[in-house]
C-alpha cells in the first residue's frame, strides 16, 4: 500500500477498500485467452460491479478492451466520458424504457440493446441511422424479444443498423444444466434473421461452458472482479477487491456477555471483542451477523479468521478476537473483511447470497484506493 494510502487511513481511522486494477485487467486476459479468436468485452454496470465505473473502463481500454456494456443511459455517459479519446463500444442493456434513453444514448455514441419491437420502433425514430443491438428473449423472461419480434425486426428495410444480435443465459454457471443448450439452440435459431450482426451470449461463466458459446464477442462481468465463474470449483480469477477497517475499540467481555442488538450472541467464555467501523450501511450485508444458531462473517486478524458476533449493525460490526494473536488486537490495528482469504464468494455464502450482491453493495463511506 502507498505512503499515501496508509497516512489517509490513519488520518481518517476510516475502513480502506483497495482495488487491484491489474488483477482486474489480469482477469479480463484470461477471459480474453478463454474465449479466442471471439472478442472479449466487459461489462461495466452497476460501477463496474461496486469497484468504480472509470477507473475499470480506463484500466480495461488501456489493456486493449474494445467493447463496454453498461446498464443505463447513464453509465453510458460515464462510460464515454472515461473512455475520453480512446475507442470504444458502448452497449446499454437495459433498453429505452425511459422517454428520453435513445436520446442520451445517441448523445453518447453508446448503442442501444433493443428489446422489444416498441423499442425498436423509438430507436429508429429517435436515433436513425445510429447502431443498435437486437436482445432475443431465450428464457430469461426478462428483457429480450421473442422470436416472432425478431422477425419483425429483420423484416425492416432498416435492420442493417443492428450490428450485434445477443441473448442471455440463464444458469450457465451450471454447467451440467439443459437449459444451456436449449438457449443455445434458440439462439441459433434466431441468430441468423441478422446476418451481418455479430453475435453474444456468454457472461463469465458461459466463457468456461464446454458448449463455448463464445460466437463472436464476449461479455464477462463478475469473474473480471475476481468472482468465481465455477461455482464449487477452485476459483480461477484473482482477488481484485481488499476490504480491510481498523480497530475502533477493543474490549475485554466475561463470561455471559451478550454482544449488540437483541443481544443474539453470547460470550460463552471470558472473550476480546473487537469492534471495527463498518456496518450494513457500508455493504458489509445484516445477514452476514453471527449468533449462536447461526455462524456468520468472518474478518481476519493477526492471520487468523475471527467470527463476527452479534448483529451487524449500520456503522459498527464486533469481531470475537479471542484466538488472535494478541499483538494484533489494540484500537487501529487493522482486520481483513475481503482479499485473497475471505473471498467475495465466501463472504456471499457465509451472508446467505452470491458474491454479486457483496461487490455491488461496496459502501460509499470506504477510503477507496487504486493499485496497479
Ligand atoms: C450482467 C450481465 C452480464 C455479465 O454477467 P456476469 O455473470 O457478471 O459475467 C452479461 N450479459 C448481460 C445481459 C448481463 O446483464
Not at 435513445?102 to 436513425?128: F, K, M, N, Y
Not at 456468520?296 to 484466538?323: N, Q
Request: aromatic share 6%; charged share 15%.
Amino acid at each position: 500500500m502507498s505512503a499515501s494510502a496508509a497516512s489517509g487511513k490513519f488520518a481518517t481511522a476510516q475502513a480502506v477498500l483497495t482495488i487491484d486494477l491489474a488483477a482486474l485487467v489480469a482477469n479480463w486476459r484470461a477471459m480474453a485467452a478463454a474465449c479466442a479468436p471471439a472478442e472479449c468485452g466487459a461489462v461495466v454496470k452497476a460501477n463496474a460491479y461496486g469497484t468504480g465505473l472509470e477507473p475499470a473502463v480506463r484500466a480495461l481500454s488501456a489493456a486493449g478492451c474494445a467493447t463496454f456494456f453498461v446498464a443505463n443511459p447513464g453509465e453510458a455517459a460515464r462510460a464515454r466520458a472515461a473512455l475520453g479519446p480512446s475507442p470504444g463500444r458502448i452497449y446499454a442493456l437495459n433498453g429505452l424504457a425511459s422517454p428520453d434513453a435513445a436520446l442520451a444514448l445517441a448523445a453518447c455514441d453508446a448503442h442501444a440493446v433493443i428489446g422489444s419491437l416498441e423499442e425498436w420502433r423509438t430507436w429508429l425514430a429517435q436515433a436513425p441511422g445510429k447502431p443498435c443491438a437486437a436482445h432475443i428473449d431465450t428464457g430469461m423472461n426478462r428483457l429480450g424479444m421473442s422470436a416472432q419480434e425478431a422477425q419483425a425486426v429483420a423484416a425492416d428495410p432498416q435492420a442493417g443498423v443492428i450490428d450485434l444480435v445477443m441473448s442471455h443465459f440463464v444458469a450457465s454457471e451450471e454447467g451440467g444444466n439443459a437449459l444451456n443448450d436449449a438457449q443455445i439452440a434458440a439462439f441459433d435459431a434466431v441468430r441468423p434473421l441478422f446476418p451481418h450482426a455479430r453475435a453474444s451470449m456468454a457472461n463469465s461463466s458461459g466463457v468456461l461452458l464446454a458448449q463455448r458459446p463464445h460466437y463472436d464477442l464476449t461479455r464477462p462481468g463478475y469473474a473480471l472482479y475476481g468472482g468465481n465463474p465455477l461455482p464449487g470449483l477452485p476459483n480461477p480469477m484473482r482477488a481484485v477487491v481488499r476490504l480491510e477497517a481498523p480497530m475502533l475499540r477493543v474490549r475485554h467481555a466475561p463470561a455471559g456477555a451478550t454482544v449488540g442488538y437483541n443481544a443474539t450472541w453470547t460470550a460463552q467464555r471470558d472473550s476480546v471483542l473487537a469492534v471495527i467501523g463498518v456496518g450494513y450501511a457500508d455493504g458489509l450485508l445484516r445477514s452476514a451477523s453471527g449468533s449462536h444458531s447461526h455462524a456468520g462473517g468472518e474478518a481476519i486478524v493477526g492471520g487468523v479468521r475471527c467470527p463476527i458476533v452479534g448483529r451487524v449493525s449500520m456503522d459498527l460490526t464486533v469481531i470475537d478476537a479471542t484466538d488472535a494473536p494478541q499483538g494484533f488486537v489494540h484500537p487501529g490495528a487493522m482486520v481483513e473483511i475481503l482479499g485473497e482469504t475471505i473471498t467475495v464468494d465466501d463472504l456471499a455464502a457465509r451472508a446467505g447470497t452470491i458474491g454479486y450482491e457483496i461487490l455491488t453493495s461496496l459502501g460509499a463511506r470506504y477510503h477507496r484506493v487504486y493499485v496497479g
